[in-house]
């Protein structure tokens, strides 16, 4: 059993779409298409050296504000993490790039993989959201993997307001496609969230108040953490996320911390070792004095995230809520 669960980065910063929520058009203290936010092969490296993926279960490419396919190594940077055998969760808009490419991707990948390609609903719909993608280019591209018979490729859908009664005719597309699996996502965002209905979430739908004052750090709990481009090492993706903000006072980021908490410098491994996690989890017990970031994120038990996926060859569900962040 390796010792380390799960990491999670993005091989870049940069993004070929331009969803209306998302993270990386809130006002910024750094440019996000600096290259020292995106990874080189040889940076990666020495990031994620041998000893380290070794230890890994799994390393999951998700973006707070990238694609990790605009990252021109792409290929190259998954065949090293395959050497050592760490399992990969990749998310993608699938926007780009050509049916070489991604079988190429495909063929990278192993059975113990799993890509997702985010499709928001139908042709008519997909692209409301996925500002700059084409539904035909990302099914196409999820077509050309699928065809390697490698990786599970599943299907994920944010549910909005203008494509939730698209839901089940996507699910069928997805199974006549031999997709894996089709997730819904349930969507607090300010961009079209069902209000009523199976697919309102439940920050939408709860008084609060009426809750008990408790925060779940979720990824503490499923024993995992966030690293960013330039080695940073974080608890979580929002605290991630939230540390490039103009105004990043909603959570508190020890001193030193450039140097002490970066993986170019400590080794990634030294760096999760450390009591500060410790200190940090006891301080979350208190929620009132609690930071407002951990409140709105995992505060009252109520996750951010509400997902529910099937696997399409079982039928079988999993929810992905608060209890459980496998995959973010
Ligand atoms: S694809 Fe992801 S990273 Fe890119 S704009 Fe959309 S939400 Fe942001
Ligand atoms: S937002 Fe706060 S409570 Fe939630 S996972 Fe991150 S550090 Fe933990």
Not at 242 to 260: G, L, Q, V, W
Request: hydrophobic share 30%; aromatic share 14%; net charge positive.
């Amino acid at each position: 059993m390796r010792k380390i669960r799960q990491l999670t980065t993005e091989l870049t910063f940069r993004c070929n779409a331009k969803c209306p929520a998302c993270h990386r058009l809130r006002i910024k203290k750094i440019n996000l298409n600096d290259s020292k936010y995106t990874y080189t092969l040889e940076s990666f490296k020495k990031l994620f050296y041998p000893e380290l993926l070794n230890n890994l279960e799994w390393l999951i490419l998700n973006g707070n504000f990238g694609d990790s396919i605009m990252n021109k190594e792409f290929r190259e940077i998954i065949s090293y993490v395959k050497e050592y055998g760490t399992r990969l969760n990749i998310h993608t808009n699938g926007g780009i790039h050509d049916h070489d490419y991604w079988t190429d991707v495909g063929n990278i990948l192993t059975n113990r993989d799993i890509l997702n390609f985010d499709l928001d609903g139908l042709e008519d719909t997909h692209h409301i959201y996925r500002i700059n993608t084409k539904f035909e280019d990302v099914l196409s591209n999820a077509k050309s993997v699928i065809a390697t018979k490698r990786p599970q490729v599943h299907w994920k859908y944010i549910v909005f307001s203008y494509n939730q009664h698209q839901v089940e005719t996507a699910k069928q597309l997805a199974k006549d496609l031999d997709f894996h699996s089709f997730s819904t996502v349930k969507t607090n965002r300010e961009f079209n969230p069902p209000r009523t209905g199976k697919f309102a979430h439940t920050k939408n739908k709860v008084n609060k108040d009426t809750l008990e004052k408790q925060i779940l750090c979720a990824w503490e709990s499923w024993g995992k953490w966030y690293v960013s481009p330039e080695g940073l090492v974080f608890r979580c993706c929002w605290t991630g996320g939230h540390y490039y903000d103009n105004d990043n006072s909603k959570f508190y980021y020890p001193p030193e911390f450039t140097k002490k908490f970066n993986g170019f410098y400590v080794p990634i491994e030294k760096i999760i070792s450390y009591n500060y996690w410790n200190k940090l989890k006891l301080y979350l017990q208190g929620y009132d004095r609690s930071f407002s970031l951990c409140k709105s994120q995992c505060g009252k038990l109520l996750s951010s995230r509400e997902k529910v996926e099937e696997n399409l060859n079982t039928g079988e569900k999993t929810i992905f809520d608060a209890y459980d962040q496998r995959g973010n």
